[in-house]
């Protein structure tokens, strides 16, 4: 249990650090110093080194996304109309808010600094599961909307990966807005989410007003 214990604290730790300052900028001494351990100590717990830890840890948080995304999802499913709209709407500010509610993933820093630092093949792997922990479940609330047939002609063709991907990027671009910005206008990250998800679903022109 100890062991276990120890363990696991460092692996939190890891993936605190590398969450905020990325794969290259950390080695496995800020590791051990942010522990209180020797650094021939941290290599008991990680024995095959630095890329690995990376990996263990990076796809660990992914998996818990993809859980929260999911059930986050489906419990807004659950509770929302029948409305092809409605349903939308409350399954992606559902997804919205688990991510908000969790540390940022620093997806653009992952793909164009973390991953070209890593042996292709683990790079490949965790490239995978990033996909399928994120983008899956977003892009199956675009696609099961696409399947009701209840979309407009234009937008039916949509690539769900498409807006699926857009709708992450645009959660982890409100994340670097100072918290000003959200003082002086009376809002919330989260409210700001639910307007862009509105957009995503009913657009800016009214066309009853053309």
């Given at each position: ?30 590791i ?9 100590s ?40 029948s ?82 991907g ?45």
């Amino acid at each position: 249990m100890i062991e276990t214990e120890a363990r696991e604290r460092v692996l939190n730790v890891a993936e605190r650090l590398f969450s905020e300052r990325g794969y290259a900028a950390v080695t496995l001494r800020d590791i051990a110093d942010a522990l209180g351990i020797k650094q021939a100590s941290l290599y008991y717990h990680v024995p095959q080194g630095k890329q690995a830890l990376f990996a263990e840890v990076t796809e660990r948080g992914l998996h818990r996304h993809q859980h929260g995304l999911e059930q986050s999802i489906s419990a807004a499913a659950a509770t929302a109309g029948s409305a092809i709209g409605e349903q939308m709407r409350a399954q992606l500010n559902a997804a919205a808010h688990w991510l908000l509610s969790q540390p940022p993933l620093n997806l653009s820093r992952m793909t164009t600094s973390d991953m070209p630092e890593l042996d292709q093949e683990v790079a490949r792997q965790l490239e995978q599961t990033a996909y399928q922990s994120l983008m899956i479940p977003l892009a199956n609330i675009f696609r099961q909307a696409a399947h009701s047939g209840k979309l407009r002609r234009d937008a039916a063709g949509v690539a769900p990966e498409l807006m699926a991907g857009t709708l992450l990027a645009s959660v982890e671009s409100l994340r670097h807005l100072r918290e000003e910005y959200f003082t002086r206008g009376a809002s919330t990250r989260e409210s700001q989410v639910a307007q862009l998800i509105d957009v995503f679903i009913y657009g800016l022109v009214d066309q009853h007003q053309e």
